[in-house]
């Protein structure tokens, strides 16, 4: 009887060690649940205080890197009296190309969609400012140029410059 007793004994303090170590596993659950939140929560906060000003900074550059990008406004800062249309393509891209390199990095804190809208109004516009040339005689002077650019530009239901920033802000508006 003695054994049947032992027997009894071990399975009862194997249950109670059982209860126990359960007790102990969903305490310890329950505790790191508790301090995984504690830490999303101030991941959050943090993330609200230091990258959303970030972020919004991101598309305040990149509007204003389309407007200074727009043909119209290019043709009206870049032009200068006795200018030639060569020289002043050359510097309308030469313009285009140094904002969209000083604007590059900004592409992490807006979403792809974003900025491949950003992308596509630059060649866009690379490709209205060629087309211009095109339509400009070889010793054609820098208002031939700008009003071959501002004749296509009118063409345009919304020149893409328009477009992409019309997509940045309904994007930052999502975010808000």
Do not use: C
């Amino acid at each position: 009887m003695d054994g049947y007793r032992d027997v009894i004994e071990l399975i009862a303090l194997m249950v109670a060690i059982g209860g126990v170590i359960g007790v102990v596993y969903l305490l310890l659950t329950k505790h790191f649940e508790f301090q995984r939140e504690t830490h999303l929560r101030e991941w959050n906060q943090k993330k609200a205080k230091d990258y959303l000003p970030i972020q919004m900074q991101a598309y305040e550059r990149l509007i204003l890197f389309l407007e200074r990008i727009h043909p119209e406004r290019l043709v009206f800062r870049v032009n200068k009296p006795g200018m030639s249309a060569r020289l002043m393509q050359s510097d309308v891209l030469k313009v285009i190309r140094d904002e969209f390199d000083h604007n590059l990095t900004q592409q992490l804190y807006i979403s792809n969609e974003a900025w491949a809208s950003v992308v596509a109004a630059k060649e866009e516009t690379i490709k209205i400012l060629n087309k211009a040339a095109e339509n400009t005689p070889k010793d054609g002077t820098s208002l031939e140029f700008s009003a071959a650019i501002l004749q296509l530009t009118q063409r345009m239901t919304k020149a893409p410059t328009d477009v992409a920033a019309e997509i940045l802000k309904a994007e930052f508006r999502r975010k808000l």
